[in-house]
């Protein structure tokens, strides 16, 4: 369960995901379920990846200190983390310029 300062919810994965993600990108799912904690954190939606299902990408500071985006899903109750790696140049600029940021 993870607590964002304005409400409660429960962050799953899948393992195999999570550990490839691990190995591909040195993120767990683990420290990027701490990035709903940011309050700076900024959530678009993905309509690239959201065959299916509606999908979103979330960028913001986890309790590492590390710039993360993530890629997740919302399911009743729940959100379902799908990958995360580190910010890239251009994101971490946005993220620092404040834009996107908005409440989720």
């Known amino acids: 369960m993870e607590d964002n300062g304005q409400a409660r919810f429960q962050v799953e994965w899948d393992a195999d995901k999570a550990q ?25 939606p993905d309509p690239d990846h959201s065959l299916g299902e509606e999908r979103y990408l979330t960028s913001g500071l986890s309790t590492r200190s590390r710039l993360l ?3 997740y899903t919302e399911r009743p109750g729940r959100l379902r983390l799908i990958s995360c790696r580190p910010a890239t140049r251009r994101e971490r600029r946005t993220y620092e310029e404040g834009e996107g940021h908005a409440e989720r």
Do not use: K
Not at 20 to 44: G, K, M
């Open 69 to 71: 985006v993530i890629s």
């Open 20 to 44: 490839a993600n691990a190995r591909d990108y040195r993120v767990t799912f683990d420290e990027a379920a701490t990035v709903f904690r940011d309050p700076l954190a900024s959530t678009i």
